[in-house]
């Protein structure tokens, strides 16, 4: 998807810079392809406030602010046209909207492994429905407050679709505490790939880098019937 951005970018610049195409008139021509450079942004560079700073450079588009308003409003309609969910309650939040469909922004995938780790270390049900509804807990606001914002929107507000996302991580996290020696391999040869996993590529790279850096996931003894625990290394 970075490089089908890419290559959208360069085509979207010809058209803006030689025939001097309005944002909103290649968002019109290019439907498809233009949420999906919006979203797979929001998947990789949703951080800092500096989502349309870093999507211009990478289309490789000077910023201009009337270009990248039309590209802004043109948000709602580009998820109407495909009937994805609108989120009411990030009205004229684009860019959080946007994140809502990448799932869970990379830089945001390390707080949702540690969430993950307490829920599984305190014995509690290994599902996206149990974790998401501990999370939830109205008189326990604080259990949000390690992850970023990204995330605690997906969880809250991304039903069925975050409640899947959260059992496939599972999932994999638990495959990878499994084959300690040989997951890697697993990956390299397509074994262990979004199709395998379900979950999306940009996703499953995010980690897989999070999991070579910090170390594996550790299987301890715990009141979970099969078990097995995960703890992330510090």
């Not at 501990?134 to 809250?156: S, T």
């Not at 996703?203 to 550790?218: K, S």
Request: with cysteine; proline share 6%; aromatic share 8%.
């Amino acid at each position: 998807t970075v490089q089908a951005s890419e290559s959208f970018g360069r085509y979207a610049g010809i058209l803006h810079r030689v025939h001097q195409w309005s944002g909103v008139e290649i968002a019109k021509r290019f439907p498809a392809l233009t949420l999906v450079s919006l979203v797979s942004h929001a998947a990789t560079d949703y951080e800092q406030n500096r989502y349309w700073e870093s999507y211009w450079v990478r289309l490789g588009i000077p910023r201009e602010q009337s270009f990248e308003t039309d590209f802004r409003q043109s948000v709602p309609g580009l998820l109407q046209k495909f009937q994805l969910a609108r989120f009411p309650q990030l009205d004229r939040k684009y860019v959080q909207q946007l994140a809502m469909h990448a799932g869970i922004p990379n830089y945001c995938l390390r707080g949702v492994l540690d969430v993950i780790a307490n829920h599984l270390d305190s014995g509690r049900e290994p599902t996206g429905a149990a974790l998401i509804e501990w999370l939830g807990d109205p008189a326990k606001p604080h259990r949000m407050n390690g992850l970023n914002v990204p995330a605690r929107n997906f969880l809250r507000e991304g039903g069925e679709f975050a409640v899947d996302i959260i059992d496939r991580i599972l999932e994999f996290v638990l495959y990878v505490a499994d084959r300690p020696s040989d997951w890697l391999t697993a990956v390299d040869s397509g074994e262990i790939s979004s199709e395998t996993t379900g979950l999306p590529s940009v996703m499953l790279d995010g980690l897989v880098d999070i999991l070579e850096e910090l170390g594996l996931p550790t299987v301890s003894t715990s009141v979970r019937p099969d078990g097995r625990t995960i703890s992330i290394a510090p």
